[in-house]
């Protein structure tokens, strides 16, 4: 089984590496717990804005896990799903429908505290290791 790891799973990682959600990533194998390049983005936007600049790029620059980019078959999945939520009137966040769109084109189960919004995506197994 495959993990895409949201940003505020990643972020929940980096405050607190003791966290009920790194010992839940300790349990798989390395390989099997994976970020998207568009978490890799949030995560350095957010590093290049804070009061604290040069520690969080370091800590950011420091992470291990393998980088997905983000290809066709992701955009297609996740112009399916803005489409499908658009229609229902029940739409999530720019950067959720792409992670939900990769998630689902590569069959990975999406590592979130954010549940109530992704659950509104049909078909999008989703898993909370931090409540």
Request: aromatic share 8%; glycine share 6%; net charge positive.
């Amino acid at each position: 089984m495959r993990y895409l790891l949201d940003t505020n799973a990643v972020i929940d990682l980096l405050n607190n590496t003791t966290s009920r959600i790194a010992q839940r990533i300790r349990e798989q194998k390395p390989d099997d717990v994976v970020i998207s390049a568009l978490v890799a983005y949030e995560l350095f936007y957010g590093a290049f804005k804070s009061q604290r600049k040069s520690k969080n790029l370091a800590l950011v620059d420091a992470l291990q896990f393998a980088v997905l980019q983000f290809d066709k078959e992701d955009a297609r999945r996740a112009g399916e799903v803005r489409a499908c939520l658009g229609a229902k009137g029940t739409p999530i966040g720019a950067y959720d429908v792409l992670l939900a769109g990769q998630a689902l084109a590569r069959s990975m189960i999406l590592v979130t505290h954010n549940t109530r919004e992704f659950k509104r995506v049909p078909g999008l197994r989703i898993a909370d290791w931090q409540s």
